[in-house]
């Protein structure tokens, strides 16, 4: 198994780690004030865009060709 498949795995499971993640953000804001969601799921779009572009970055850099 080469590099580049190695990071295809692990961005396969980063994906399932953040879908995993905003299902219990949602379980858990479902019942909140709507201030709360408005403030909460914007931060949370940052944050998984942010670990998409940091794990494309380091995969970027470590894989050549």
Request: proline share 5%; glycine share 10%.
């Amino acid at each position: 198994m080469d590099l580049e498949e190695k990071y295809a795995i692990a961005l396969g499971i980063l994906s399932i780690v953040l879908w995993g993640g905003g299902w219990i953000l949602g379980k858990r804001l479902a019942g909140a004030p709507p201030r709360v969601i408005r403030t909460v799921l914007p931060i949370a779009a940052m944050l998984t865009m942010a670990s998409f572009a940091v794990f494309v970055a380091i995969a970027r850099y470590n894989v050549k060709g």
